[in-house]
């Protein structure tokens, strides 16, 4: 049975797999896909359907070597609430992740990020959490606001 027709499924963990973005065509079948965790896959871009699981609450894709570029796209995840991105080797977040209102929890420890890379974070007005540890800052983007 093609994982396409599981269209109750809410929870896939397909972590530690030999994974390509092509081997995950099909994924926006999914619609009732609550939570996901694709860490440790190898994988270097995201499908193009990932955007389309707009269900989607948690995410999981550490450990796996991406860059900025091939997070475009993820802003349409409006329902996302938990986001896991350690260990990618990310050099900055995509602008664009200022439009993910509801989250919550933000792990993006273990990259390369300057304070810089940062900006568009302030947007996120429900973050509760977040997790910049191992990042090599030098410095956090607080500004001060005027009175």
Known sequence: MPFGSLTNLKELDIRWNKLDSDSLVGMEKLKSLEKMNLSSCGLTKLPFSLDSLTNLKELDISQNALDSDSLVGMEKLT??????????????LPFSFGS??????????????????LVGMEKLKSLEKMNLSFCDLTKLPFRSVPA
């Open 100 to 117: 993910l209102t509801n989250l919550k929890e933000l792990d993006i420890r273990w990259n390369k990020l300057d304070s810089d890379s």
């Open 79 to 92: 329902s996302l609430e938990k986001m896991n991105l350690s260990s990618c080797g990310l050099t900055k």
